[in-house]
């Protein structure tokens, strides 16, 4: 028996030390950690519990008989973060340059379905050639088979897709389908066609990160939420998103101790918002003074900048944040805008965050480019996810709040549970200016001095329709609050709401506009 037992633990230090001293200095040079370096990173220290290290390939030609390294390219298992069960599988590169194979697919499938099953978050750490093109067929249908998990497990454990190296082809679309997606700049990169055939069919000439690297995703095609400079930053925030999510969508995310008081006054707040509705302000300012100690983790900030999207906590308990930001557009919503906020709802709604959506929105943006490239079938991804979510849902307008986008964001009239308004709230189906030239056009065009004449419509308009207590004496306001109340108002109500319950029609599922 001893002979065995050190017959098996020097297999167990090859798995461990992978194909040499070379190939790992190689990924060094890189800017890159191996695959054991970065679960080690992610879990508690120690609590690393490894799936099929032995696992090799059977395929053959090629070459591919006489190189049979045990993984066959990916470290799977499962651990611990901050004491709760996550999955774990990462690509080792250093091994066919992390290409997919049947074993390697098949490794993976298992630690889906573990994962599922255990009803554990899934983290996947990218860092993979594709499909490993000597296998053929076979690699592309280990492709197929993450994907359908990757559906299967939508909306019931967390997924989180961490980029730490190149992501090409098909293999792109897992991520794609996953909650969060994390990227590393200048070391990974995705893209479905390289540069190489980009420049073969249409002849333009680009870089990997020029074409599909982190700050594109993070800022142009809104594929990739977090972007950081390097691979500890990056998996230290994975570790701390994970704090704000449940396991699964049959719990709640984790509460924890909180010293900030829940009844604290936001005195602040009066100044950070100017009364003049054409007047910017940053509006995470107003987030900062709001959540428990001013922490929030921002989704999606580089992409669509004209909308927030936050998970914070208030009173120890994560809660979601929507909130238009006057500093970019006015803070109106277009086609980014209304998908990023669709997305984040859903997921909220997904793993039982409440929602809190801060209102100062004076529209959708006009324009020929937002018509004919579908804002409204866009807009209206936010209005389904909105319409569609059965968690505690709160709205408060800070000031303006016009047309259809106030509808769409969370308006008592599509199933906000409560809705709250500051004094310098304006709900209208349009500005006063803008409603006053429609309404007393004839008016202004025939008095003696038109400018006179539209100056008074406007004001006789705002007075009878758009003052702050217009909308609350019709029951489509709860309340006016005073703003520096607004912390212990949202925190009592969210209190009262935790019990919610509330069922939707029954059905397959819905068919959202795409």
Not at 324 to 336: F, H, M, S, T, Y
Not at 350 to 364: C, N
Request: net charge negative; hydrophobic share 40%; with cysteine.
């Amino acid at each position: 028996m001893r002979s065995h037992v050190a017959e098996l633990a020097e297999i167990r230090q090859q798995v461990l030390s992978g194909p040499g001293e070379k190939a790992t200095a190689a990924q060094h040079a890189k800017g890159k950690l191996t695959a054991r370096e970065r679960i080690e990173l992610l879990l508690d220290e120690g609590s690393f519990r490894e799936v099929e290290p032995l696992r090799r390939h059977r395929a053959t030609g090629f070459g591919l008989e006489a190189r049979r390294p045990y993984t066959d390219g990916v470290v799977t298992g499962w651990g611990t973060v901050e004491g709760r069960t996550v999955f774990v599988y990462a690509h080792d590169f250093r091994i066919f340059g992390g290409a997919l194979g049947e074993a390697h697919a098949a490794k993976i499938h298992k630690i889906m379905d573990m994962a599922l099953s255990a009803g554990a978050p899934l983290v996947s750490l990218n860092d993979g050639a594709g499909a490993r093109i000597q296998e053929g067929v076979t690699a592309l249908a280990g492709y197929g088979g993450i994907f359908l998990r990757n559906t299967r497990a939508s909306g019931v454990i967390p997924q989180i897709s961490v980029m730490l190296g190149p992501c090409a082809g098909g293999a792109a679309y897992s991520p794609a389908l996953t909650d969060f997606v994390f990227m590393v700049r200048d070391t990974s990169q995705m893209f479905i066609t390289g540069p190489d055939v980009v420049k073969a069919v249409t002849g333009e000439e680009i870089t990997h990160n020029g074409l599909g690297g982190a700050d594109v995703h993070a800022e142009t095609s809104g594929v990739c939420h977090f972007a950081y400079n390097d691979e500890e930053t990056c998996i230290a925030e994975v570790r701390y998103l994970l704090s704000l999510l449940p396991q699964n969508n049959r719990g709640n995310p984790p509460p924890v101790p909180c010293d900030d008081p829940v009844d604290r006054r936001c005195d602040s707040l009066a100044d950070l918002v100017p009364a003049d509705g054409n007047r910017p302000y940053d509006m995470a300012e107003v987030i900062e003074e709001i959540v428990d100690d001013g922490e929030y983790l921002e989704v999606h900030e580089r992409w669509a900048r004209n909308i927030i999207c936050a998970l914070a906590r208030m009173d120890g308990r994560v809660v979601g944040i929507v909130a238009n930001q006057p500093r970019a557009l006015a803070g109106v919503l277009d086609i980014e805008a209304s998908e990023k906020a669709a997305r984040f709802v859903q997921m909220c709604d997904a793993f039982s965050i409440p929602l809190i959506t801060l209102l100062d929105v004076p529209g959708f943006l006009p324009g020929v480019d937002q018509e004919h490239g579908g804002i409204i079938r866009h807009g209206a991804k936010l209005l389904y996810a909105y319409c569609n979510a059965t968690v505690p849902r709160i709205s408060l307008i800070l000031r303006k709040a016009y047309g259809g986008a106030y509808i769409v964001m969370d308006s008592q009239s599509i199933g906000a549970d409560l809705t709250y308004a500051w004094p310098t709230n304006e709900i209208a189906v349009m500005g006063a200016e803008g409603a006053a030239n429609v309404i007393f056009r004839r008016q202004i065009a025939e008095a003696e001095d038109p400018e006179a004449m539209r100056r008074k419509m406007v004001k006789e308009y705002r007075a009878e329709l758009m003052h702050p207590y217009y909308a609350a004496e019709r029951g489509l306001v709860d309340d006016v609050i005073d703003p520096a109340e607004t912390r212990s108002v949202l925190i009592r109500s969210l209190d009262m709401l935790r019990t919610k319950h509330a069922d939707l029609p029954s059905r397959k599922h819905g068919n959202p506009p795409q």
